[in-house]
């Protein structure tokens, strides 16, 4: 019951404003006709799979109750509150318990992770963010070179905005003496699509793992039905980012991404792969590898942003 009251809230704030716009479209008496424009609760992403994850875990016993009073607390800790990353109750309620007195290790730390991170979003996402938004409002205005350097541009952009954001999170708790997980471990220097998703947003990587991949089968049963819960997961995962088609076929597109990655892996087919590139040297072979994955999907993430339809 808490869980679907829960997924429901996310959904009303987050959801019916896009959906009231497309049933509006099929009905245009629908509402009047006015599509319901709705403001988005700060952080409502978060703090809803943060109190969701909790409620699955008390079920399953691998958390207690917590008293309202420590719950407010544990869903309001402020320096995680807006851009992540997703705390679970065992890695932040005991450190909230028991606070101690910051050392000067812990402010040094938590001082260079905020300098870190305002560095990011300061001189690098905002720096890239006007001919990015320029090159994605009208892209016919631009010349296919300047399209891949927005798209290479709009890369570094999310990522320095969003593992900027957490950084100085993750800056201002330890400096109170509060450890935080890290969320972002260099995600642009996988080798594959399934490390990607170990070093990018990492606790929302485990929490799509833990809470839906897994309970819905996981790796339990044939491929096929591996691949499928694989593929549902991830356009969960697509759809939670963003209330647009786009990010759901963002969600499915990395999702194919995996399965064909394993598909590779169980035909045998990785050796083969392997022995054709032994005339390149490993580290080449693997800048190449990492460089054809990562143009193709910044690529789709350019398709998939604003609804650009490619007309050349």
Sequence with gaps: MGISVMALHLFFWKYAPRLSGEVIK??????????LILPLPVGISFFTLQGIAYLIDFARGAASFIPFK?????KSFFAQLVAGPIV???ELLPQLRKLRTPSLDDISIGLSFFCMGFFK?????????PLVNQAFANP???????????????????????????????????????????????PYLE????????????TLSQWIRDYIYIPMGGNRGSRFHSSLTLLAAMAISGVWHGANWTFLIWG???????IGQRAIRWS??????NQSFLWIPSNKSHSILILKIFLLRKACALLCRNNIKCSK
């Design 191 to 202: 080798k594959s699509s399934s490390e990607f998703w170990t070093r990018w947003h990492i």
């Design 121 to 129: 979003k300061i001189m690098i996402a905002d720096r890239c963010a």
């Design 70 to 74: 420590e719950y407010t607390l544990f």
């Design 88 to 90: 679970r109750v065992h």
């Design 252 to 258: 499915l597109y990395h999702g194919l991404l995996l």
């Design 26 to 35: 099929i009905y245009p008496d629908f509402l009047g006709g006015n599509k």
């Design 268 to 273: 045998g087919l990785q050796s083969f792969i």
């Design 140 to 186: 016919g205005a631009f010349s296919r070179q300047n399209l891949i350097i927005a798209v290479l541009g709009y890369a570094a952009q999310i990522w320095a905005d969003f593992s900027g954001y957490t950084d100085m999170g993750r800056g201002v708790a330890r400096i109170l003496g509060i450890h935080l997980p890290e969320n972002f471990l260099s």
